[in-house]
């Protein structure tokens, strides 16, 4: 079983459309990491958290350490929001990425 | 402030050989990290170094092995190349040590070994 386990694994939504992504975890961690990587690679750092909940324009995440689940939503989603999105959690000295949830945003 | 650069950013070489890349984090950051990232294991961590010492290492093979100067420019270096190390491999720097700290990737050098 993956230590970090991410859904969907796609996920196609037309644009306007309130979109969630989900991460669950096996153990306890100190801290968890949002990723959006676009088309070419390029990864970007959205959110760290360790507790409750943080907003950066339309992105909203979350995280509940008791259940082991984070949630990225996307509110009014739009295409250029189309990338794949990875969770990433810190177990001792290692991390450990979700396998990413491919976003699709039709217009 | 310029962001993390990586060389070169597209790489091929045939199995048996070696190769260096390299990674030039932001300005004043003193922790690197590497990662590669494969269609079928998605991103796995290398190691991390901060202040030229390596503090986490990933379960990878000996043939993969790294380095951090004094200046935080990082190589690492892949030894006896198997077709299986193609792979897109990616660093992040950031300021500090500890993972609370936002990490800022480079773009990638995408290696094909053939």
């Known amino acids: 079983k993956n230590e970090v386990e991410q859904s969907p694994q796609n996920l196609t939504a037309q644009e306007g459309e309130f979109i969630t992504i989900n991460c669950s975890y096996s153990?306890?961690?100190?801290?968890l990491h949002w990723l959006q990587q676009h088309p070419g690679g390029g990864i970007v750092s959205l959110f760290m958290?360790?507790?409750g909940k943080k907003k950066h324009g339309r992105l909203i995440a979350t995280i509940n350490i008791q259940e082991k689940h984070s949630s990225l939503h996307i509110t009014a989603s739009h295409p250029r929001d189309s990338a794949v999105y990875i969770c990433?959690?810190?177990?001792?000295?290692?991390?450990?990425f979700g396998a990413g949830t491919i976003l699709r945003v039709k217009s | 402030k310029a962001g993390v650069t990586q060389t070169p950013r597209y790489l091929i070489k045939t199995r048996g050989q070696q190769v260096t890349l390299s990674c030039s984090p932001i300005s004043g950051h003193r922790s690197v990290s590497w990662y590669q990232q494969t269609p079928g294991q998605g991103l796995q961590f290398l190691f991390e170094y901060f202040s030229e010492t390596q503090r986490n290492k990933g379960n990878f093979p000996g043939r993969f092995s790294g380095r951090q100067f004094s200046n935080s420019r990082s190589e690492m270096n892949v030894s006896t190349l198997e077709l299986g190390d193609s792979a897109l491999y990616l660093c992040?720097?950031?300021?500090?040590?500890?993972?609370?700290?936002?990490?800022?990737f480079g773009p990638g050098t995408r290696l094909t070994v053939l």
């Open positions: 153990v306890g961690i100190s801290a």
């Open positions: 990433a959690v810190k177990y001792g000295n290692k991390l450990v």
């Open positions: 958290l360790s507790s």
């Open positions: 992040a720097s950031r300021l500090g040590g500890g993972w609370h700290n936002e990490q800022f």
